[in-house]
């Protein structure tokens, strides 16, 4: 799947293009994957543009890069034999020849091994560091997420339930607010779509917000910034209000005085930032996985060439759990 | 000096009242103090208005409150006698009758004692605090202050140099942006009013900026964050262009999404919350402040009456250094 045009706004599937090439063959130290599972996220859509963002821009005509699970083809490196299970960033394509030192490889008891693109994988680790690491919660904080339903949101609250806080996701639609609740364990949920965010904040934080792990920034951001307590921290882990506006977005009223006000820190982070303490990390995903304290829900969408449209639904709320493309069955 | 009516956007001279009424006698434990030079300050605007800000509102007919530097008339606590200078909240009023324990002493050897006022008082210590524990600088970072000729800025700029930064001075006019350079040391200043900050910035902080003290926030805020280095730590001391708009100020493009580009830490604080360590960083400042290290620049005002004039010329960037309303000369 190649990037043909850039998006204005919303991405358009005429953005896109599946051509077909030839499978190329490994070179020492390099080994051909198949890809089985590909991950759909929001952060893909800072690379079709030409601005300055934190991911590098991608030229018209290449390949969309993708982080995906897949299946070792032939191997030209010692560490890899044909049918291992891999991570890497092989792309929106079929197969990769690819640096067999990129390659992370996919324990064998991780099941499913598509856990490997979530809940132990990168939005999992997003969730954790983006948590632990930049809000710094405390037991009896009042934690306040957005796009809480997202693959993303979905483990901060758990994460911080298991820390002791009291937390409170915002989604949009009733479905995706019910499942916070039943399925995701926020302690309070709120329908952006149906109801005004600031007063159900009111009401479900009535001490005021003493973390906020924004995914959304926009007129959801702005509610959230007048309900915070004295001493918040705000991680700024994404903006997908933002990324697809033509038109600037809304203005913060008063500035940034709402920071002073609360005496508030607000920080942006990458989780690639934290590739040195990822061992840190996955083995304790993968053990709350695997004891239930972490639920988790895959959206997957069958075959390539529906890539394009499953990732236009992601930027418009649309995928109910980790969105993934499935690409080909396991050998 | 009372609040009559609140201002809508810039305030005008009509919202102040001085009002004639009788001396108060101090009782027990209270001292009656005739103040010396009252402060000006930014942060008065914020209690003008019912809006919910870090400082509580007053109602119309208080007295503005106001830091002063007196002299004790007359003192119904052992702590104080007559003659004692001492550094409180007066309000904008020749006499107060006010708690001893919560007057400072000024110390006899601080010449001017209206330094306690600024650059060894609260202007002083804003600086300090906010450079040192909110941005927390490094030798060789770039540190951008906005509002760098004021009161605060005017510090901010020489402690960064004290810490081996870089400093780069944003102020309006040639005036103001020369003594950036020759009087507050400023390696680098900016005219916002001439120039665009933008392009300055690209010139003046080429490997961009590690440290933002912003004053202002605005369209200042918005150049500055395109410009900001991985790592980039921002104090937000104030926003002073937005605390008189009627209308929405400008919107930031992308939201907060310069935080996740440049892994940025964005931070409000009060200097008040600092109050423990006052005594840590006052002796600090008075040596600096005495050895040269930190130059200072009072704007002196003659007379309550002309103090509602001088604080809305405080709110355009009229003054020139730290604004002061002289009261009345030490007996």
Not at 137 to 147: E, H, Q, R
Not at 239 to 245: E, H, K, P, T, W
Request: aromatic share 6%; proline share 6%; net charge negative.
């Amino acid at each position: 799947m190649t990037l043909v045009a850039r998006p204005q706004g919303m991405p358009r599937e005429s953005d896109f293009a599946l051509e077909e090439g030839p499978v190329g063959e490994p070179g020492p130290g390099e080994v051909l994957v198949r890809s089985l599972w590909v991950s759909l996220d929001p952060y893909q859509r800072g690379r079709m543009s030409e601005a300055r963002s934190y991911a590098a821009s991608l030229q018209l005509g290449d390949t969309i890069t993708s982080q995906a699970v897949g299946e070792v083809v032939e191997s030209g490196d010692r560490r890899f034999e044909p049918g291992d299970l891999v991570l890497g960033q092989l792309g929106l394509q079929e197969h990769a020849v690819i640096r067999a030192g990129s390659l992370r490889p996919v324990p064998g008891w991780l099941d499913p091994p598509s856990l490997a693109l979530h809940a132990v994988g990168m939005t999992g680790l997003t969730a954790y560091f983006g948590l632990f690491d930049v809000c710094r919660p405390l037991p009896g904080d009042t934690v306040v997420v957005s796009a809480a339903h997202g693959a993303v949101g979905q483990v901060v609250g758990q994460l911080a339930k298991l820390a002791g806080c009291r937390t409170v996701g915002i989604a949009g639609g009733p479905e995706k607010v019910r499942e916070l609740k039943e399925l995701y364990r926020y302690d309070e949920a709120i329908d952006y779509k149906s109801e005004n965010v600031g007063a159900a904040l009111k009401e479900a934080a009535p001490g005021g917000v003493d973390v906020y792990f924004d995914n959304v920034g926009g007129e959801i951001t702005i509610a959230v910034a007048r309900r915070l307590a004295v001493g918040a921290r705000i991680a700024v882990c994404g903006q997908i209000s933002q990324y697809n506006l033509e038109r600037e977005g809304p203005a913060m009223p008063g500035g940034y005085t709402f920071l002073i006000v609360a005496r508030a820190r607000m920080q942006g982070f990458l989780v690639t930032d934290y590739a040195h303490r990822y061992d840190e990390a996955l083995p304790r995903l993968a053990g709350w996985v695997a004891d239930g304290s972490i639920r988790w829900r895959e959206d997957v969408v069958d075959g390539l060439e529906n890539a394009p449209r499953a990732f236009i639904g992601l930027m418009k709320g649309e995928n109910r759990g980790k969105l993934l493309v499935k690409v080909a069955d396991r050998s």
